[in-house]
């Protein structure tokens, strides 16, 4: 085989130089910004249930409580995310990955001990992976999620250790989290996302383990819809948050965004009582104080499982139905997190029933 003359090699190598330090100097990937809705605003139904394509990150988040024919009590999780890559939008080629569709399972049952996930990611296209703008519609392989004309939602997951076919059905109006639906997540007003809810959705639908018979189930979930670009101070390391449904149709959310040391940088509750009255909770007056850790087998991350959590004058106390209810995430999103099906308890009396979600233990959180 002939070698190339060294003047052709070197000149080769000064172009293909020219050619990195072209893709090097680039200007990074740019999405659409978070920002404060013009005053009396809120966000524009029914656009804001579809995808929002422009801004970064975006997902659809059931989480809720279940229970057998036999009255056995279940949670169960179903997660779509959509992730802009930076890849042109005007880049011709199907094979482009303009956006990533990915998908997180879980169902928590005390009779397994642990909590059973599966997850999955693909490109959007070929009309095997996407997230349709308009309206809730996102499909990856054949789990899928779709809001129906109705206003209720059809969801199905074929998981490693189970599947799920669900009906949600929206019992109350939509609880827009924040300022009509612009949720800050930290001192600066970038660190937003656009939030809204949908607590109190009757379930119904049936569920099969291990390939065994699919059985009936019935019960209450949390729907949580949110989109942002820049929603996390650059010293924050995760968040604990809360969805619950209350027993007497109230529905609460609170969240707070810890620092690398732990510290509380941003937290924000939401408590609105079944006659619509909200109440907002400001930074200061939301906390939250653990009472018990579980510490995982498997990567040894330690977890406040239990906490109570403190909004104004009321202080709610949170039990898991189990503590095993970790998902490893390495194979999608890169996060190992605690997410689990919870009891709670205000001023000491039974309340309701909700998700606790504890991220960035393992490691700092990037969206």
């Not at 879980?106 to 009309?127: I, N, T, V, Y």
């Not at 510290?263 to 018990?292: D, I």
Request: net charge neutral.
């Amino acid at each position: 085989m002939k070698t190339m003359p060294m003047k052709r090699f070197l000149r080769r190598c000064a172009f293909l130089l020219v050619l990195a330090g072209a893709s090097a100097s680039a200007a990074a990937p740019t999405f659409t910004p978070v920002e404060p809705l013009p005053a009396g605003q809120t966000l524009p139904m029914p656009a804001s249930f579809g995808a929002h394509p422009g801004f970064h990150t975006e997902w659809w988040y059931v989480t809720g409580w279940l229970k057998t024919a036999d009255g056995k009590p279940l949670g169960f999780q179903v997660t779509f995310f959509r992730s802009a890559s930076g890849t042109d939008a005007a880049n011709p080629s199907a094979f482009a990955p303009k956006q990533l569709i990915i998908g997180h399972a879980a169902l928590s049952d005390p009779a397994e001990g642990r909590l059973l996930h599966d997850q999955k990611s693909a490109r959007e296209g070929f009309g095997l992976a996407y997230a349709k703008v308009g309206d809730t519609d996102v499909k990856l392989d054949d789990w899928f999620m779709r809001r129906q004309s109705d206003g209720s939602y059809q969801a199905g997951v074929t998981a490693r250790d189970f599947t799920l076919a669900l009906h949600l059905v929206p019992t109350q109006a939509l609880m827009l989290q924040g300022a009509g639906g612009y949720s800050r997540k930290g001192p600066h007003p970038a660190q937003a996302s656009y939030y809204y809810s949908e607590p109190q959705l009757k379930t119904s639908g049936s569920i099969a383990r291990h390939g065994g018979k699919a059985e009936s189930v019935s019960g209450v979930a949390w729907l949580d819809h949110e989109w942002s670009s820049q929603a996390l101070d650059p010293e924050a390391s995760g968040w604990d948050w809360l969805g619950a449904n209350l027993d007497d149709g109230s529905a609460l959310m609170a969240f707070q965004i810890r620092s690398r040391t732990g510290a509380k940088l941003w937290a924000h509750a939401s408590l609105r009582e079944a006659s619509g009255k909200l109440t907002q909770y400001a930074p200061e007056q939301v906390n939250f104080a653990a009472q018990a850790h579980w510490r995982s087998p498997r990567t040894g991350t330690e977890y406040p499982v239990a906490t109570t959590l403190t909004t104004g004058a009321t202080h709610w106390q949170i039990a898991p139905l189990q503590q095993d209810q970790e998902l490893d995430s390495r194979g999608s999103t890169g996060a190992v997190y605690w997410e689990g099906a919870v009891t709670v308890r205000r001023d000491g009396a039974a309340a309701g029933r909700a998700y606790l979600e504890l991220t960035g233990y393992d490691k700092p959180m990037k969206l």
